[in-house]
């Protein structure tokens, strides 16, 4: 059993540092997902070479449109160029599928009308509950970060191997409940020292890092401080890259 893990994208919402939107491409033996899929995403797909018909599923962490935008684009991308034929199931907050149902027609208006040529399926994920998605078995927590419907941190249990993402969200005590026993700890650290609201700061993440039972801590969504601040991170913690392959 194994997960792989590609980051297709690890920036923040303004692409600091030239790093695209949050992405990552979850890989087992019997099934594939993208968890979070931003608006630059299909270009970093694109890059890497991944095959979007083989992905099952998409997990959404929440409705910004750096972890959601490219879905829009997907959608068509699946329908007009590489004639997709399998379900796919998009998993999220409630509500998301009026948000990408919105989207799709502020972007490409008319297109959430197409009568396309796979099944889409949305599926709702609350807060505090269990839900197994294309096999993949998920674990939901709410956190804090205002989007416009309840934000998630995400336990996601594929492979035999355990992720565990913090979404976007200020330091809370639940977050090393999310880590805990996880093989990859995925960590959002917009900022370094100064309190950005709604977000992690790197000195919050040092402050808990004895709590943190993961085999794994890596960070993610870094911003223009924490890019600026890398060098003083301490070096048990990994520092995500585009483009990056990991086993766990």
């Known amino acids: 059993m194994s997960l792989k893990i590609t980051i297709v994208g690890c920036g923040d919402a303004f692409g600091s540092g030239g790093r695209r939107n949050t992405c990552f491409h979850l890989e087992t033996e019997s099934a594939r997902y993208f968890v979070d899929f ?13 095959d979007t018909n083989a992905v099952d599923a998409i997990i959404l962490s929440h409705l910004h449109g750096d972890h959601f ?3 829009p684009f997907l959608i068509l991308h699946a329908h ?17 599928e ?4 919105a989207a799709q027609e502020v972007m490409f208006p008319d297109s959430s009308h197409i009568e396309l040529c796979f099944d889409l399926v949305f599926v709702e994920l609350e807060p505090g509950s269990r ?29 035999g191997r355990l992720f565990a993402f ?10 090393p409940t999310v880590a805990g026993g996880a093989d990859l700890f995925m960590c959002e650290c917009y900022a370094f020292d100064e309190p950005i609201p709604y977000h992690v700061r790197y000195r919050d993440l040092e402050a ?14 870094l911003g223009t401080e924490s890019l600026a601040r890398m060098a003083d991170i301490d070096p048990s913690i990994e ?10």
């Open 239 to 248: 520092i995500a890259e585009d483009g990056m392959v990991i086993d766990v």
């Open 131 to 159: 839900s197994t998605v294309c096999g993949a078995d998920i674990e939901c927590f709410e956190v804090c970060h205002p989007s416009g419907a309840p934000p998630l941190a995400l336990r996601i249990q594929a492979g």
């Open 166 to 175: 913090s979404g976007d969200t200020e330091w809370l005590d639940v977050l």
């Open 98 to 101: 009026q948000r990408i149902r």
């Open 208 to 221: 808990n890092l004895a709590d943190i039972g993961a085999r794994r801590i890596m960070l993610n969504h």
């Open 80 to 96: 007009f160029v590489t004639d997709r034929k399998r379900p796919l199931v998009i998993a999220g907050p409630p509500g998301l």
């Open 69 to 71: 935008g490219g879905i």
């Open 38 to 50: 931003g608006a630059t995403a299909l270009v970093g797909v694109n890059a890497l070479g991944i």
